[in-house]
């Protein structure tokens, strides 16, 4: 059972409009949530991140937003540029669970392309 | 700037080969993970260590082994390399909380 899916493999969007990738998850012990940006042959990079107690953080252009009742969290970037294009991954962790040990589970990916 | 550095980027290895990834970091993280990442399927978690000597399986860790002998060090071994096991492996490491630092990854061809 997959406890973290981001359903759309792919995004296209054109250079200074806004994109929005989305993540789902199932697990109710999930308190922490994170996005990481990967470029291709390199290692993911944090991104930003929200913890269940807040409905909203906002970093610059990235913006994430949790809606707990619904298991849904989404990652907007205003205005997309074409450095933005890389694959995003969400990532869920149960952070008051003291055998978490700093564990996340990760979603597939969604390859965000940025078109100038 | 926390450094987790993979011994090497790219690798060929024949089937049945016993095959060493290495894991280091600078920043004293308790805690060390593995994944493999394959198109379409993303990050899995294959083990992962909070300790010295202390392991856990992840996800996906048959065909895998890992050790810990030093803090700073993690390493993953395939005892008897397969063709199925060709992909991109990421090591991580974290502090107590959620937040992992990538390697760049270690590309593995198994022929």
């Known amino acids: 059972d997959q406890q973290v899916k981001q359903n759309s493999p792919s995004l296209s969007v054109q250079e200074g409009r806004i994109s929005i990738l989305n993540c789902d998850y199932t697990?109710?012990?999930?308190?922490?949530f994170l996005w990481y940006k990967k470029y291709p042959a390199e290692g993911p990079t944090f991104l930003i991140s929200i913890s269940s107690i807040k409905d909203k953080n906002e970093d610059g252009r990235f913006t994430v937003f949790l809606n707990k009742s619904a298991k849904h969290l989404s990652l907007h970037i205003v205005p997309s540029q074409p450095g933005d294009s890389a694959v995003y991954f969400c990532a869920a962790s149960a952070r008051g669970l003291n055998t978490n040990a700093g564990k996340s589970t990760f979603g597939d990916g969604t390859t965000l392309t940025v078109k100038p | 700037d926390v450094k987790v550095t993979q011994s090497s980027r790219y690798l060929v290895k024949r089937t049945g080969e016993k095959v060493f990834l290495e894991c280091v970091q600078d920043?004293?993280?308790?805690?060390m993970f593995w994944y493999r990442q394959d198109p379409g399927l993303g990050l899995r978690l294959i083990y992962f260590s909070y300790d010295v000597k202390m392991k856990e399986k992840g996800d996906i860790p048959e065909g895998y082994s890992v050790s810990r002998e030093k803090k700073e060090r993690f390493s993953l071994i395939l005892e008897s390399a397969s063709t199925n096991q060709t992909s991109m492996y990421l090591c991580?490491?974290?502090?107590?909380?959620?937040?992992?630092?990538f390697g760049a990854g270690t590309r593995l061809s198994v022929l």
């Open positions: 920043m004293d993280h308790e805690n």
């Open positions: 991580a490491s974290s502090w107590t909380g959620a937040l992992q630092y």
């Open positions: 697990n109710s012990m999930f308190d922490y």
